[in-house]
Structures are given as C-alpha cells and as structure tokens.
C-alpha cells in the first residue's frame, strides 16, 4: 500500500498562509494598540490643556475676588466640570457641576491626592470619552483643581479600524498562501527534475542532464547531482569494461568458475562451467546438485562460514571422469564466494600410464637383474670350477648385462625425450 503523502507545494503553501496570517494578525493588533495608545494620549492632551487654562483662569479669579462667577464661566467655555479642595483634601466649591456629582468621578479621590502631592494626575475612560485631571494650585485657599471632561472619544475611531482589520488580515493570508503556492510550485517542480534524474539512475540511464537555471541553493544541488551523474556513469562504464574483460578472460579458461551469493544464488558461470556441470548456469538461479556422490550446494555453503578457508576435493561422477572443485570463501564484509571445478581426467589418465609405465619397467629391470643374481650364485656354489657349466653361466650374464643396458639406454632416451633434450625419431614398425 503506497504510504499517504502530501505534495510540499501545498503545506508550503499553507505555511506560507499561515505565516502570513499571524503576521497580520500581530500586525494589526500592534497597529490597534499604537492608535488607541495615540487617541487616548491626543485626548489627554487636549483634556490636560483645558485643564491647565482653566486652572490660570480661576488662579486669577482667586486673586480677584470672583471665584464663582469665573468658575461657571470657565466650565461652560471649557465644557469642563470643575471642583477645586483645599490642602486638606476638601471640597472648597459645589460637589455638583455641569450636571456632574464628585462622588461619580472615577478616580476622584486619588486624583486629589496626586495633585495635592504636587503632582500632575490624568487618566482617561470610556475610549477618551471621559477624562480626569487633577493639577496642584498654588494659593491660599486652594490646593487642587479636579477637571471632569467629556469628549466624543475615540470609539467609533477603533471600530472602524478593528472594522477593517479582518478583511486586511484576510487579505493578506490569501496573498502570502497564493504567493507561498507559486514559490513551492517553482521550488518542487525544480526539486521534481533532480527526483526524475534519480529515478533515470536507478534504472540505469545516467544520460539524463540537469540544466541549474538558477544558481542558488537548489541550483547548486542540481550541479553536485549532475556531476555525481557523470562520475556515477564513469565508473559504470569502468567497471562495466572491466567486467567484459573479466568475462572474456573466464571464457578462455578450461576451469569451470562459478561465483555465488549468501543465498546459493549464481551471480555469473562461464561457458566451461555449463560444460562441466552439465546444468544450465543462469544468473539469479540457485546452485543445482549436479552429482549424486557429492553435495555441491553443502560444500558452497561452507565457504560462507565464519573463518572458512580455501577447500579443494576432487569427485568422480562417473567411469573414467574425474574433477577437482576448489572453493574460494567470501572474504570479510564480502557477499560472494567462488567455485572452481577442473576437469583431471586427462591428467588422471596420465598418472596411470605413467604408474603401469612404472611397475613395468620395474619388472623388465627385475627380470636381467635376477638372472644375473641367480648365474653369479651358482657361479660361486662351485660352476666356475667346470668349464662348460662356467662358460654357460657367463653367457647368461652376459646377455641380461647386455639386455639391462638397452633398457637403461631406453628409460634415458624416454626421460629426455619428455624433458626436450632428446629429438624424438619415428620409425615404421611391423606388429605382424
């Protein structure tokens, strides 16, 4: 069953979408947070310069007498509710103004304190709907000033912003997926050239180029894979010539090779071992048992135990045939072994001549030897004594004397003739 995959133009694509995506959503909600950050310090702003004209208008009131009359001036003008308290922290005018209670002011009391500490206090609600700033007052019968604005805000602002933020963040996933989708398409289709040029090696066409295009990262792994081609194809071709010449060399050898796997499998058999065997030798096909005294496929498989060395047996399959196998076994961290089969009947043959060659001459040599041994014993038993008997019995040495150098002139002739040293003469003999 082919393995579930998922092409890299896609998930790069939806990476590419995905990315995108959180990048505008980080953007547009650092976008959101900076204006609202800028609205509320804007509205602020304007709410601490209202406060701070109100307050020089109403330390001048203070100074002149009119506080009253000033303040509902000033907080009609200013649109501002206005409470001023005393160093103490008390209220020193109406805790209602501009239709605002004190005690409904956010904030109010610690607004008071800030300003009586002579510090500034601002702080803005309701999206700078409403903002509160409390200033220190430098006067007798003042110590504060608490300002209550209401502004139109920046609400309506942030929600068309927030409005139009989703269709700018969908936007931008559909055109960081679409552009994530083109580039994965040009990188994989690339990525897809080496892939067929590897697949073209496995089936053993190294004649397939790769053409870089562009030299970056992907093309520069284009050019180390296509020079691995090239040098891959050298080396085929090498050790494709090598193995043609070792395949012709085994074709002129009279010994039977035949190299195996772990598996008793043929990796290769020449013509001689086909003969010898007198089985088809195919590659791929297991080791047959040709022989039925010898267990060819036993004695392979010994060659591939540990600490196996080089066996030589001889076998005689039939009448008069005689082999000698040898086994080479597979070296360390090698898969193959080798069988070497030799066909010894001719030399069998002439081991044999050469033994009856041998037991007869001894007997020839026997036959003079004994005749002399046995007249010169008689010879000494008192027939050399009577001449007749004398003569008789040297006649006889004589003649096996004579009868022993022939032979021994023969076996030199013979000896040197095998060895070249004697030219060989033929000469017509008649048997009848």
């Known amino acids: 069953m082919r393995p579930w995959s998922l092409s890299m133009r896609w998930w790069l694509g939806l990476a590419f979408a995905v990315v995108a995506a959180i990048t505008a959503v980080l953007v547009a909600e650092g976008l959101t947070d900076r204006s609202e950050a800028a609205f509320r310090k804007d509205a602020e702003k304007r709410a601490v310069a209202n406060s701070s004209a109100a307050e020089r208008a109403l330390r001048t009131a203070i100074v002149r007498g009119n506080l009253e009359e000033t303040l509902e001036s000033v907080s009609e003008r200013r649109r501002l509710a206005l409470f001023l308290f005393d160093s103490r922290g008390r209220p020193v005018t109406p805790a209602r103004d501009a239709q605002t209670e004190l005690d409904s002011i956010p904030g109010a009391q610690a607004a008071v304190r800030a300003a009586l500490d002579g510090r500034r206090y601002v702080e803005s609600y309701d999206q700078g709907g409403v903002t509160v ?4 007052i430098a006067s007798d019968a003042t110590a504060a000033i608490l300002t209550y604005s209401l502004q139109p805000g920046y609400g309506s602002t942030m929600t068309m912003i927030r409005e139009q933020t989703l269709p700018a963040v969908t936007l931008a996933v559909g055109l960081g997926g679409l552009a994530g989708l083109l580039i994965a398409t040009l990188v994989t289709r690339r990525l897809r050239r080496i892939g067929k040029a590897a697949r073209a090696i496995e089936s053993g066409d190294f004649g397939h180029r790769l053409d870089p295009r562009f030299h970056d990262e992907v ?3 284009a050019v180390m894979f296509d020079r691995m081609r090239v040098k891959l194809q050298e080396s085929f071709e090498r050790l494709r010539s090598e193995r043609l010449r070792l395949r012709r060399t085994l074709e002129r050898l009279d010994q039977g090779v035949v190299t195996l796997d772990r598996e008793l499998r043929i990796e290769g058999a020449n013509d001689a071992a086909e003969r010898l065997l007198v089985q088809p030798l ?20 010994e060659l591939f135990a540990e600490g196996a060395k080089v ?11 005689h082999y000698t196998v040898s086994g080479i076994p597979a070296g360390n961290g090698s898969p193959t072994a080798v069988l070497v089969v030799t066909d010894v009947s001719e030399l069998e043959r002439r081991e044999q001549i050469e033994r009856e060659f041998v037991a007869n001459a001894a007997h020839e040599l026997r036959t003079p030897v004994a005749a002399i041994s ?18 008789h019995f040297l006649a006889i040495i004589d003649r096996q004397s004579r009868r022993l150098a022939r032979l021994s002139r023969s076996l030199l002739v013979l000896a040197r003739a095998q060895t070249g040293e004697e030219v060989v003469q033929t000469v017509a003999v008649d048997l009848c």
Request: net charge positive; no cysteine.
């Open 374 to 391: 046995s007249a010169v014993e008689v010879l000494e038993a008192g027939a050399k004594d009577r001449l007749p008997e004398r003569d």
């Open 219 to 221: 093309g520069s792994l």
């Open 133 to 136: 700033v409390a200033l220190p």
């Open 311 to 321: 066996k030589r047996v001889r076998v005689s399959p039939r009448e008069g045939t």
């Open 282 to 301: 195919k590659d791929g096909n297991p080791l047959p048992e040709p022989w039925l005294d010898f267990p060819l496929r036993a004695f392979a498989r």
